[in-house]
Structures are given as C-alpha cells and as structure tokens.
Nanobody, 120 residues
Framework: QVQLVESGGGLVQAGGSLRLSCAASGSIFSINAVDWYRQAPGKQRELVAGIKTGGITNYADSVKGRFTIFRNNTRNTVYLEMNSLKPEDTAVYYC??????????????WGQGTQVTVSS
C-alpha cells in the first residue's frame, strides 16, 4: 500500500517562509510527476507547482519567483519552499503524485493536505 503525507504547514506572517514536505511511503516501485495544489475557502483547487522525474518544474504565475519545488528521490520526498508569503497564499496545500507500486501500474495519489495561513 502507498501513502502520501504532507507536512510543514502552519501560521506565518506576511513576508515569511515555510517549507512543505510531501513524503511517499509503502510498496513504491517508482514515482513520476509530483504536483502541489492548494485550495482556499470558497475557491477551486489550483495547481501551484509541479516537478517531473527529470527535474523539469512548472509554477503558477502567482507563485513564480517566490516558490521553489524540488525533490529528493532517495527519500521519496518532494518539497515546496515558499518565500515572501502573502495573505492570498492562505489555503490547504495538497500533494498529488503519480506512483507505481511494486504490484501495479501508475496511478494518482493524494495526501490529506496541510494548512498554510499567512497573516497580514
């Protein structure tokens, strides 16, 4: 069984920084693309950043230059470094990963989410 767990959320003042972690565990054969999404109250879930196996990254325009996504393949973990945080970054952040288990094909997994709150 494969699990995806996010951590690192919290309360921070505007201009501050947080680092989110997305750790995959279980019977993992390989991990392909990993994406971070966020959902603010009353809004749709939106893609924040993504990273592919080869290290190619993409970012939403709203976070470019402030957020950095990177991965540690040895630890099956993807990080989202968030700097210069703004109140509008407040949301629940979710990790989504394409994972192939040792007994199956690639499928999408979601974590439970981690709350990020930025105060003004």
């Amino acid at each position: 069984q494969v699990q995806l767990v996010e951590s690192g959320g919290g309360l921070v003042q505007a201009g501050g920084s947080l680092r989110l972690s997305c750790a995959a565990s279980g019977s993992i054969f390989s991990i392909n693309a990993v994406d971070w999404y966020r959902q603010a109250p009353g809004k749709q879930r939106e893609l924040v950043a993504g990273i592919k196996t080869g290290g190619i990254t993409n970012y939403a325009d709203s976070v470019k230059g402030r957020f950095t996504i990177f991965r540690n393949n040895t630890r099956n973990t993807v990080y989202l470094e968030m700097n210069s945080l703004k109140p509008e970054d407040t949301a629940v952040y979710y990790c989504n990963a394409q994972i192939r288990s040792v007994v199956g094909n690639y499928r999408d997994y979601w974590g439970q989410g981690t709350q990020v709150t930025v105060s003004s």
